[in-house]
């Protein structure tokens, strides 16, 4: 039998239109708890969910909502590839940041001319973290540790790993008080698009990225062999390595992919607005992605959406601060939200477990002439 | 049988009674219009298929589930259990098929864990404790020695054991779930001359079982349930086992008799000189023989074990379990590493091949544990087909996962091997495990395997689904397939193997000609008794 574990990371199916009532419901719940809050506080609900959405329309924050959505959407892929075989990789985080770092100093040298180095940047990230999330997988199948426990201190030594190798002599720079690395040349930024109208704002280049990841991810993991041995072995291990599938190397693998995307993450950042890697590039990330992939249960859509929410209640949340309202009840609301779509899939989960015995055995005992007809 | 009879109290007041007992669950009546009444200091059997509704009715009446509808009545007074504890409380002691007992602890401290005498309202009364279980060891001659450690100790004395546990907390009313289960014929004598002594001494024994042989020896009185209602109450004197297994299953009974030998003299399976350390204790010398590793100490799961099986042969392996069985079929399947030792398969060394590679080459596998290891239970069916096959047609097409195929073949399955289901798009779990084992026998039979590895493959299903699945194997083995059959069912063992051994400690202590050896035999030969020095 599957354990809570097991639904909350998405390995067992949720099907039908409850997969899409679940979640939706836990939101209304959350925007009630949150009303709760700000009545509390002395604010009106429906005035500030109003001028949030209001907000959050104008074509100058739509761009900004799908820019964080792509970041936070690849960051959510990265977890979700180990959550699907359940190898926790809490180390998304160390991972993307030693990436960017040091994509960020490779594409810095300018080293290949134009759009090239946009793509050896990407790919020197991918390689990066594939590489730290390795060290986790390798301890995991020689040393049998535990990915979550490994991947956390691994998180620690990358923060301190930068920190180290961001410094003047190393791959920094130093520009008046600031620190980071050589800016990238002009002819090696991601180009935007100016997809919405109504603001000089573009949305950057990453977004088709994120897109054909998530095509990727949904594909490997339905279609594909590796993807059928990689469920399996997340839904049961030992049916998994009973039926000739060998873990360690799935471990391996599962590892190096999710470090792979991890180290995408800090891409759309890098090439489509700060160029460098300094103190200032954005951390948690991978924590984020962790939410995210908790909120679309591992699947490819359902994280989009998990993305897209979580990047409108964060660009939006500088409305409240217009209102008066501190900006830390979207924090409020998003760990509400969390919560309730956790506890609103276990509810169906049960529910649908239930109706699916219950139609079994209501077919089964229907007369013999269903029976006859199937046969 | 006349021992039977030994009965001294006089049925005034029913020790239990049950009346209309009804528990549902979702989709399925477990228990419907239940009537029981067992007499004091009787020894009562209900009988009946697995999944009749025996464990059932255990559970409502040792408070572990509450019925639907329907009265308990214990010594009369009608009763509401919420839990084990109101159970225990209004005198009632279960003991469990499967053992609960902490192996590291005496059996002082297994039997007063959770209700300890205290000294002092702090420390524990160890001497009181020992005192008690002695009193009670001795007025019931269970021959219990209250400072043994458990590990140490035998099925029969840990099941002991368990009896007294119960007693200990002041049990007049014993369930015993499947007591025989685990134990070996002689084994399971002593404890019927255990459980008379019992109800001597005044003590009423609620008794679950479906072996019936043993029933008629034991019981007092004979309650029969079939499918979740009680069907018939009889008297041990005046029934027969026939009559009773007809009672029970409401219909012909199956055999496994296979008929003419299909043996040829083409060996598909040639096992020699398995050995497989425990290393459990600290790793053990690489490439060590199995000389070398019992003169180093090291305990041997796998005692230089060879055999082979031809094509179409069924080769049994009969044993207690816990003797090297599980560790024989995954050394083969190539799940876990063997220190010594070669397998080869139609001429093939296979020893250093992966599990995948083993399968690809041609050994189905029907694992003794379905849901653990044959099944995704949360998975539609047609995704269990392509487990374990996920490298062969018609489930993949290079890389990519042949959905269509799959699910055609799926299909197939369930129509040849009359897995009742609704459709292919169903979860594992939502089938009856009689079900859930057609398919799996299924599925490892496509793909034209030259051996099988069947691991208890009827075990836990209803009679139906045995039969079927008898039949299967039966056929496959005419047309050229090579068994080999782990079974605990010793009927089952002689009936469908060609040939038969004995493991006992990792070792192959006997070869059994199936066609001659009685159950008794073969039950004594694997406790050893048959063993020279």
């Given amino acids: 039998m599957s354990t809570f574990l097991d639904r909350v990371f998405g390995r067992v199916g949720l099907g039908g239109v409850m997969a899409l009532v679940a979640p939706a419901l836990a939101v209304v719940f959350a925007g009630l708890v949150t009303s709760v809050v700000l009545l509390i506080a002395g604010h009106q609900p429906v005035e500030a969910f109003t001028s949030l959405v209001e907000y959050g329309a104008q074509p100058r924050v739509l761009v900004l909502i799908v820019n964080l959505a792509t970041t936070y959407f690849l960051s959510a892929v990265a977890v979700a590839v180990g959550f699907r075989m359940n190898l926790f990789n809490i180390g998304v985080d160390g991972q993307y940041r030693l990436a960017a770092l040091v994509a960020a100093a490779v594409g810095g040298a300018a080293l290949v001319p134009g759009p090239l180095n946009i793509v050896l940047v990407v790919l020197v990230a991918m390689l990066v973290g594939a590489l730290w999330a390795s060290i986790a997988a390798v301890l995991k199948v020689t040393r049998g540790v535990s990915e979550v426990i490994s991947t956390i201190m691994l998180n620690a030594i990358a923060t301190g790993l930068t920190g180290w190798l961001l410094t003047a002599d190393r791959l920094g720079v130093l520009s008046g008080n600031a620190i980071g690395t050589p800016p990238i040349p002009g002819d090696a930024h991601m180009p935007g698009m100016a997809l919405i109208p109504g603001t000089p704002m573009k949305i950057n280049g990453f977004l088709v990225v994120a897109i054909i990841v998530g095509v990727a991810y949904a594909v490997l993991l339905n279609r594909t062999r590796f993807g059928f041995n990689l469920r399996a072995t997340g839904r049961s291990e030992p049916a998994a390595v009973a039926s000739g599938v060998n873990v360690k190397r799935m471990v391996v693998a599962a590892m190096v992919i999710s470090g792979a995307s991890a180290g995408l993450i800090g891409m759309p950042e890098l090439l489509g607005s700060s160029f460098e890697y300094s103190l200032n590039f954005p951390t948690g990330l991978g924590f984020t992605g962790i939410a995210i992939a908790l909120l679309g249960r591992n699947n490819a859509v359902g994280m989009a959406v998990g993305a897209l929410l979580w990047g409108f209640l964060d660009s939006s949340s500088d409305a409240?601060?217009?209102?008066?309202?501190?900006?830390?009840?979207?924090?409020?609301?998003?760990?509400?939200?969390?919560?309730?779509?956790?506890?609103?899939?276990?509810?169906?989960?049960?529910?649908?477990?239930?109706?699916?015995?219950?139609?079994?055995?209501?077919?089964?005992?229907?007369?013999?002439e269903t029976e006859g007809a199937a046969a | 049988m006349g021992e039977a009879a030994i009965t001294t109290a006089i049925a005034t007041e029913p020790a239990v009674e049950l009346k209309g007992i009804t528990k549902r669950f979702p989709g399925v009546v477990a228990n419907r219009d239940i009537c029981l009444s067992v007499a004091k200091g009787h020894i009562h059997a209900v009988v009946g298929e697995n999944g009749a509704g025996k464990s059932t009715l255990m559970k409502i009446l040792y408070g572990m589930q509450r019925p639907d509808e329907g009265e308990i009545r214990i010594d009369g007074a009608v009763v509401n259990f919420h839990t084990p504890g109101d159970a225990i409380v209004a005198g009632i002691g279960m003991v469990h098929q499967h053992f609960m007992l902490a192996d590291n602890f005496t059996v002082l401290e297994n039997v007063i864990l959770g209700s300890e005498p205290r000294k002092g309202g702090l420390a524990v009364d160890f001497a009181a404790a020992r005192k008690k279980i002695k009193e009670i060891s001795d007025a019931y001659g269970l021959g219990v020695e209250p400072d043994a450690l458990v590990e140490d100790l035998g099925v029969g004395d840990r099941q002991r054991v368990e009896i007294l546990k119960v007693l200990y907390r002041g049990a007049r009313i014993l369930i015993l779930d499947e007591p025989t289960a685990v134990l070996v014929p002689h084994e399971v004598d002593e404890l019927f001359d255990n459980l008379r002594v019992l109800v001597r001494e005044g003590l009423t024994i609620l008794f679950i079982s479906h072996k019936l042989d043993e029933v008629l020896k034991v019981a007092d009185a004979i309650t029969v349930i079939r499918r979740g209602t009680t069907v018939a109450s009889v008297d041990p004197h005046e029934v027969t086992a026939r009559?009773?297994?007809?009672?029970?299953?409401?219909?012909?009974?199956?055999?496994?008799?296979?008929?003419?030998?299909?043996?040829?003299?083409?060996?598909?399976?040639?096992?020699?000189?398995l050995t497989m350390a425990d290393t459990g204790a600290g790793p053990v010398a690489k490439g060590a023989s199995a000389d070398e590793l019992r003169a180093a100490g090291v305990r041997l799961l796998l005692d230089d074990i060879s055999f082979t099986i031809h094509k179409g042969e069924v080769l049994g392996i009969a044993g207690v379990e816990g003797n090297g069985q599980a560790e024989l079929v995954e050394a083969i399947m190539g799940m876990?590493?063997?220190?010594?030792?070669?397998?080869?398969?139609?001429?093939?060394?296979?020893?250093?091949?992966?599990?995948?590679?083993?399968?690809?080459?041609?050994?189905?596998?029907?694992?003794?544990?379905?849901?653990?290891?044959?099944?995704?239970?949360?998975?539609?069916?047609?995704?269990?087909?392509?487990?374990?096959?996920?490298?062969?047609?018609?489930?993949?097409?290079?890389?990519?996962?042949?959905?269509?195929?799959?699910?055609?073949?799926?299909?197939?399955?369930?129509?040849?091997?009359?897995?009742?289901?609704?459709?292919?798009?169903?979860?594992?779990?939502?089938?009856?495990?009689?079900?859930?084992?057609?398919?799996?026998?299924?599925?490892?039979?496509?793909?034209?395997?030259?051996?099988?590895?069947?691991?208890?493959?009827?075990?836990?299903?209803?009679?139906?689904a045995q039969a079927a699945i008898w039949?299967?194997?039966?056929?496959?083995?005419?047309?050229?397939?090579?068994?080999?059959?782990?079974?605990?069912?010793?009927?089952?063992?002689?009936?469908?193997?060609?040939?038969?051994?004995?493991?006992?400690?990792?070792?192959?202590?006997?070869?059994?000609?199936?066609?001659?050896?009685?159950?008794?035999?073969?039950?004594?030969?694997?406790?050893?008794?048959?063993?020279?020095a």
């Fill in chain 2, 336 to 464: 876990r590493a063997i220190n010594a030792g070669t397998v080869s398969l139609a001429g093939a060394d296979i020893t250093g091949w992966s599990t995948l590679k083993r399968r690809e080459g041609g050994i189905g596998f029907i694992p003794e544990d379905r849901h653990r290891h044959g099944l995704l239970l949360e998975a539609p069916l047609w995704e269990n087909r392509i487990l374990g096959h996920q490298t062969r047609e018609p489930n993949v097409k290079g890389i990519w996962i042949d959905r269509a195929g799959a699910r055609k073949d799926t299909q197939r399955i369930v129509e040849e091997y009359d897995v009742r289901t609704p459709g292919i798009d169903v979860d594992a779990a939502a089938l009856s495990g009689g079900n859930q084992q057609k398919l799996i026998v299924g599925r490892e039979m496509s793909g034209e395997p030259a051996l099988l590895i069947a691991s208890h493959p009827t075990r836990g299903v209803d009679v139906g």
């Fill in chain 2, 471 to 532: 039949d299967h194997l039966r056929n496959a083995r005419a047309a050229g397939l090579a068994v080999l059959l782990i079974s605990a069912d010793l009927d089952e063992l002689i009936g469908l193997s060609d040939s038969l051994k004995v493991i006992l400690r990792g070792r192959i202590v006997a070869d059994v000609d199936p066609g001659s050896v009685t159950p008794e035999q073969l039950g004594s030969a694997m406790t050893g008794a048959g063993e020279g």
């Fill in chain 1, 320 to 368: 409240l601060q217009l209102m008066d309202i501190s900006k830390e009840l979207v924090d409020i609301m998003k760990g509400v939200i969390v919560l309730s779509v956790i506890i609103a899939y276990e509810l169906v989960h049960r529910y649908r477990v239930v109706a699916a015995q219950r139609k079994v055995s209501r077919e089964l005992a229907a007369p013999a």
């Fill in chain 2, 243 to 273: 009559k009773l297994a007809e009672l029970m299953v409401g219909s012909e009974l199956p055999s496994p008799e296979t008929r003419e030998s299909t043996v040829t003299d083409v060996v598909t399976l040639e096992v020699s000189g």
